[in-house]
């Protein structure tokens, strides 16, 4: 028994032993256990970082840039947009942005993109323009159109190139050449081309040089100008974003006034009246005087046909026959054009019925053919001079108001009173020109 309990010692001794090489071995592995998984999770977060990196670059390196290339001067949005002002810019700039949106995601090629949008144009030429051709509205608010549109978004800007010649193409050329070439540049759409096949040369030679798949023809005239069909680009059209005819003055030659005057009966002279004209709400009867100021008569294009027909149809009586009487007719605006009365003694609001100053200054009589004044007089240029003159003797409605008057400068109404600081009615509290700074002197414009 005594043997087999030294045994048992000796044993446990080297039992003992056993077990402490074991744990300094378990410590060892568990060491390099804890550094090799350390070093795992490096490796792992090294990995994350570079898949992540690589495709940022791919993101990056993927064409997601939509541009837009607009000639302002061609591919012009429609007057009564810009006659709404800033809401007109902004409702022009969310139009234009769905519309493209929409057509490039039904592409079924990439899910997000850029849009820019550069509009190049002459914006004294473009109001110009506006006032020849009737629209005085849309000349009024340009400014504010132009505002509205460039702060819709920080990538649409409208762009005053001046009045330099083809200054509008000179640029969209120079962004052309520069924005297709990029590899990030997916789309341009190309708008205001349509018009004018003086870009076909430039666009011909990028499609040559393998990028007619990023091009697209925004269309804006409702026909292309001669060239374009034969390019084979796709077209995208936004229905009532611009006009789809070239604009044209209303009136087309001078010629058709010259001959009226040498076939019309001249106006006698009388003293001058310096009584105001009458007004009713929308509607103003003219009391001219013999005081003009060297401007021709308004030409639209209403009263190019109206002057047609008295130059094409033969005048059988004439008011300034003492037998006539005009009050008989029912209607005044009904039938053919006649002249006014040279016997007649001022003032002229006494012709009957007077002479429509919305219609003759205007072109804007609301009430047409029921109005009560006259639409079917033959006016020659010193009957126009009158009816201006005396029309500013009486305050613009929207002025007096001390609101904006959407005709602005072409306004046929006063926005000051002629007599400005020297009106003695004003200090009776009697004048008509009741708007602020309606009695100040006018700003010499700067030069």
């Not at 100053?357 to 006259?374: I, P, V």
């Not at 007096?400 to 009106?423: F, M, Q, R």
Request: with cysteine; charged share 25%; proline share 5%.
């Amino acid at each position: 028994l005594s043997d087999e309990i030294v045994k048992l010692v000796s044993n446990e001794a080297s039992f003992q032993d056993k077990i402490r090489k074991l744990e300094e071995e378990l410590g060892v592995y568990k060491r390099i256990f804890s550094d090799t998984n350390l070093e795992k999770k490096r490796w792992e977060e090294r990995y994350e970082q570079l898949k992540h990196d690589t495709e940022k670059q791919q993101e990056s390196a993927q064409a997601s840039r939509v541009i837009v290339l607009l000639d302002g001067d061609g591919a012009i949005f429609t007057p009564q947009l810009i006659a709404l002002g800033q809401s007109g810019g902004h409702k022009v700039a969310s139009q234009l942005s769905e519309s493209i949106k929409t057509h490039i995601l039904s592409l079924d090629e990439i899910r997000q993109f850029q849009l820019s949008v550069y509009v190049f144009f002459n914006r004294r030429g473009l109001a110009d323009t506006f006032n020849r051709c009737g629209h005085h509205a849309a000349k009024a608010r340009l400014e504010d159109f132009i505002t509205g549109f460039n702060q819709a978004t920080e990538r649409f800007m409208m762009v005053d190139v001046g009045s330099g010649k083809e200054a509008a193409d000179a640029k969209i050329k120079a962004y052309l050449e520069d924005e297709i070439r990029l590899p990030q540049t997916y789309k341009i759409l190309f708008g205001g081309s349509c018009h004018d096949n003086g870009y076909i040369t430039t666009i011909r030679s990028h499609i040559t040089s393998g990028f007619k798949q990023k091009l697209i023809l925004l269309k804006s005239y409702a026909e292309h100008a001669a060239g374009f069909d034969n390019l084979d680009l796709p077209v995208l059209s936004i229905p009532g974003l611009f006009i789809s005819q070239k604009l044209a003055a209303s009136v087309p030659i001078q010629d058709s006034f010259t001959t009226l005057g040498n076939q019309s009966s001249p106006l006698s002279h009388s003293p001058a009246s310096d009584t105001p004209v009458r007004t009713d709400g929308s509607q103003t009867a003219a009391e001219p005087s013999d005081r003009g100021f060297g401007s021709s008569p308004p030409t639209t294009y209403s009263r190019i046909l109206l002057k047609k027909v008295e130059l094409s149809s033969t005048i059988d009586s004439d008011s300034s026959s003492d037998n006539n009487d005009e009050d008989s007719l029912p209607n005044h605006n009904v039938g053919g054009t006649r002249r006014l009365n040279p016997k007649l003694i001022r003032p002229r609001s006494s012709e009957k019925p007077p002479p429509c100053t919305l219609f003759y200054l205007a072109d804007n009589c609301k009430h047409g053919s029921d109005c009560r004044y006259a639409h079917n007089y033959i006016l020659e240029a010193e009957h126009y001079d009158e009816m201006k003159l005396n029309a500013r003797k009486s305050p613009c409605p929207a002025a007096n108001k001390n609101e904006i008057c959407t005709w602005g400068d072409s306004c046929c109404y006063g926005h000051t009173c002629p007599l400005v600081a020297k009106c003695h009615f004003l200090k009776m509290g009697k004048c008509k020109f009741v708007g602020a700074d309606m009695h100040k002197e006018p700003k010499e414009p700067k030069n």
